[in-house]
């Protein structure tokens, strides 16, 4: 390792000296390692024995190796399939209905003579600086929408973002040039036309960017169901709300371990197996993550430029 | 014959602008339903909701509850919860407003001078991680270190004798826990923001900041942080427009409900989740929401109106 640190001190594109450079390098180590702490430890956990936990604890080395919690999850009952089912049901259609919504939206406003691009980027900025609030949002969802207890209100609040749309807005209105637009114009493709077979396949970077974010976000998703799916539909529950589910019962259960019955007592899976459970919700995060980071920067990058 | 060109451009056929609004119209009605719709519920906060049941939404709002002007925010201030909920909620979010800024600029700044490709790529992206990790597995980490009989640190405290501690009875440690994970979550999210910027710097002012003899801060000084105060003062009056919003995420399922933890871990969105839900409160939680939204609209546009006048290409609009 010695001899290689010349390779990254360059006088002249580092201001730092070689010490310095060590240093800093040893501190981002030192970050690195700290940030991956909490989701190393669920890991280690999950790969535990059930009786090493409840003996030691959980640990970052696993007293005795098992991979028991992930075999009994899989096989055992049907709700982690369920679960698992409904989290790949909103996550695959919320992601793919809103980019069906938002790209259209974002194209016309792209397009700067379109008559009502300014009237329509205020009526999009407005939520972002007001909204109704929790109350009416729950009020309107339940009441008139009806969506109360349905996949339909995991997948509808959470599918268009102001944010998504300006970032797929400002990426077409640089990436596109006007001529090929004129080009389409002239042999009369209509916008629709023209987006699906022209823009979007120029702009792809752009839309897995905002794809990837909403995969994640859908993924992550658990306050619509605690709002929305009550205890007896709980064939609906995503699988991070059945980790808060698990959570609420193991607290409820310390709290007055009296009134419990045994029957709840069962329901409750055991330590190592609730560590399993996160890994599997976590897993395909951190799995995808590498593939999808590209993608993100993108996002993230266009997002920072304004107008 | 440029001119003329741009002529074209800025008369669209009538056709094709009818093809580009039916385009919009799903958005719109989007918009209409989940963001435009729910503004009605500002009433709650003035009324006195008495639903009947059976009857239609609007019917109740309107019909059956009476006015009763700014009652529910009297209420809502002579509650001494709400103010502990209230100071909780600023608290966190000054903090987290600077440290928002800070740490993600240093983090940035320090990693631009680290020139091994692949080092800082592993570096960025195991930052940017914990950004796309839900807070339920969040807390489901900090439950493996915390928990009293089973967690990583009481085991660690007990092998060097010292007492395990009741960490989910003992609001004393909980202020610093939640600030540490909101900086652990966000910071490197952030941070790839900044250093996007930090990049696109011109290196050759860089050489001759150098050549002028400025060493490395006044390097940042002079150059750096110049070239990022576009991006910082957007963040922060992005930040300053959510003062009274909290990630519920973060102070609800990380301290996992804990009763004993309220006193600091309670926030302005929790406290209207719980009047709404286990309370069945509507118009206490909504005017909480109300004055949430309209404080918030109120300080982004007077964020934005003051950084204008110190720096007009820094401002939003």
């Not at chain 1, 990254?8 to 070689?18: C, I, K």
């Not at chain 1, 028991?68 to 049907?78: K, Q």
């Not at chain 2, 039916?22 to 009324?47: D, E, H, N, Q, R």
């Not at chain 2, 969040?138 to 990583?152: K, M, S």
């Amino acid at each position: 390792m010695k001899q290689k640190h010349g390779s990254y001190v360059r006088p002249q594109d580092s201001s730092l000296g070689r010490t310095a450079n060590i240093i800093v390098t040893a501190f981002f180590t030192a970050v690195t390692v700290l940030a991956l702490m909490p989701v190393v430890l669920i890991i280690a956990a999950s790969l535990s024995s059930e009786e090493s936990i409840e003996m030691y604890g959980y640990r970052y080395i696993p007293q005795e190796f098992s991979f028991d919690a992930f075999t009994y999850l899989f096989t055992s009952g049907d709700t982690l399939p369920r679960a698992i089912l409904n989290s790949v049901i909103v996550t695959c259609s919320g992601t793919v209905l809103g980019l069906a919504v938002m790209c259209p939206c974002a194209y016309a406003l792209s397009r700067k003579e379109f008559r009502w691009g300014k009237l329509l980027t205020v009526f999009l900025l407005l939520p972002m600086l007001f909204s109704g609030g929790l109350v009416s949002s729950y009020m309107v969802n339940t009441q008139i929408l009806h969506l109360k207890n349905t996949y339909l209100a995991l997948i509808l609040p959470g599918m268009c973002s102001t944010w998504y749309i300006m970032i797929l807005r400002n990426y077409f209105r640089t990436n596109i040039p006007d001529s090929l637009i004129e080009a389409g114009k002239l042999e009369g493709v209509s916008p629709l036309r023209s987006l699906v077979s022209i823009v979007l396949p120029i702009c792809r970077p752009v839309v897995m960017s905002v794809a990837v974010f909403q995969i994640f976000g859908y993924w992550n998703s658990w306050y619509p169901a605690l709002i929305y799916i009550a205890s007896n539909h709980s064939e609906l529950y995503p699988l991070q709300y059945v980790l808060v589910n698990i959570e609420r019962t193991v607290q409820a259960m310390t709290r007055d371990a009296a009134n419990v019955s045994g029957m709840e007592m069962t329901t409750v899976p055991g330590m190592t197996m609730r560590m399993a459970l996160v890994v599997v919700t976590v897993l395909p995060i951190i799995v995808l993550f590498p593939f999808f980071q590209r993608f993100l920067k993108t996002g993230m990058t266009v997002g920072a430029v304004k107008e | 014959m440029a001119k003329k060109s741009h002529g074209s451009l800025s008369r669209m056929s009538r056709k094709e602008n009818i093809q580009l609004t039916l385009m919009t119209i799903p958005t719109v009605i989007w918009y209409a339903l989940f963001c435009y719709l729910p503004l009605f519920g500002i009433f709650f906060a003035f009324k006195d909701f008495t639903p009947v049941p059976g009857e239609s939404l609007f019917e109740n709002l309107f019909v059956n509850s009476p006015w009763v002007g700014l009652r529910n925010f009297s209420y809502l201030f002579r509650n001494p919860q709400y103010m502990d909920v209230l100071f909780n909620t600023l608290f966190y979010n000054i903090i987290f407003l600077v440290a928002g800024i800070v740490i993600p600029v240093t983090l940035a700044v320090l990693l631009a001078e680290v020139h091994q490709k692949k080092f800082t790529g592993v570096v960025q992206m195991a930052l940017v991680l914990p950004y796309f990790i839900s807070w339920v597995v969040v807390g489901y980490c900090i439950y493996g270190l915390l928990a009293t009989d089973v967690g990583q640190i009481n085991g660690l405290l007990k092998m060097f004798g010292a007492d395990p501690v009741q960490w989910y009875q003992s609001p004393e440690y909980w202020r610093g826990i939640l600030i540490s994970l909101g900086i652990w979550k966000t910071s490197g999210y952030t941070m790839v923001i900044y250093l996007c910027s930090v990049n696109a710097i011109d290196r050759s002012l860089y050489e001759a900041a150098a050549l002028d003899g400025a060493n490395f801060f006044q390097r940042v000084r002079h150059v750096t942080l110049p070239h990022l105060r576009t991006t910082i003062a957007t963040l922060f009056i992005l930040g300053v427009g959510s003062i009274l919003n909290s990630d519920f995420g973060l102070f609800y399922q990380v301290p996992l409900d804990s009763g004993a933890l309220q006193s600091v871990t309670q926030t302005l969105d929790v406290y209207v989740y719980k009047s709404l839900m286990l309370q069945a409160n509507f118009s206490f939680s909504s005017a909480a929401a109300f004055l949430q939204s309209g404080v918030g609209c109120i300080l982004l546009v007077i964020a934005n109106l003051i950084t204008r006048k110190i720096d007009r290409d820094s401002a939003l609009v």
